[in-house]
């Protein structure tokens, strides 16, 4: 599992070697680097709009999915856990984002509601032999 510490303007301020590795990208490349530029265009105002609602109640923990972009040019799915951690005073401290590749999931997803939708589609078109 990927772990990424990000400031208040989601700037990564660290990245465990994981994280960095999901993203093809080295640790030290990543520092103050926007975490919104690895996450895939139509994803983005989602991630940003979650980063707001912690501003809003620092309590929660949200929970989402989300397409990450790597250097590559590939992209992969992701779950994203995010958490807003605060000093000792009990102020903003950072947001910590722990991303798990979720890609093999998804394409197991994905084929089972194809195979759902081959077989309902056979029931369909043979309902005479059912009858």
Do not use: C, W
């Not at 490349?29 to 979650?50: E, G, M, S």
């Not at 250097?71 to 984002?97: C, P």
């Amino acid at each position: 599992m990927g772990y990424f510490a990000l400031n208040k303007d989601g700037l990564i301020l660290d990245v465990n070697l994981t994280g960095a590795a999901l993203l093809g990208v080295g640790r030290r490349d990543l520092h103050n680097t926007a975490f919104i530029r690895y996450i895939a265009p139509d994803d983005r105002n989602q991630f940003h709009h979650q980063l707001l609602e912690f501003q809003k109640n620092a309590d929660i923990k949200h929970n989402t999915e989300l397409k990450l972009l790597k250097m590559d040019n590939g992209s992969f799915y992701a779950h994203l856990e995010t958490m807003s951690i605060q000093d000792n005073d009990g102020f903003f401290k950072e947001y910590r984002v722990a991303v798990t590749d979720i890609k093999e999931i998804k394409n197991k997803k994905e084929a089972l509601k194809e195979s759902e939708e081959r077989y309902r589609e056979i029931l369909v078109n043979n309902s005479a032999v059912i009858s």
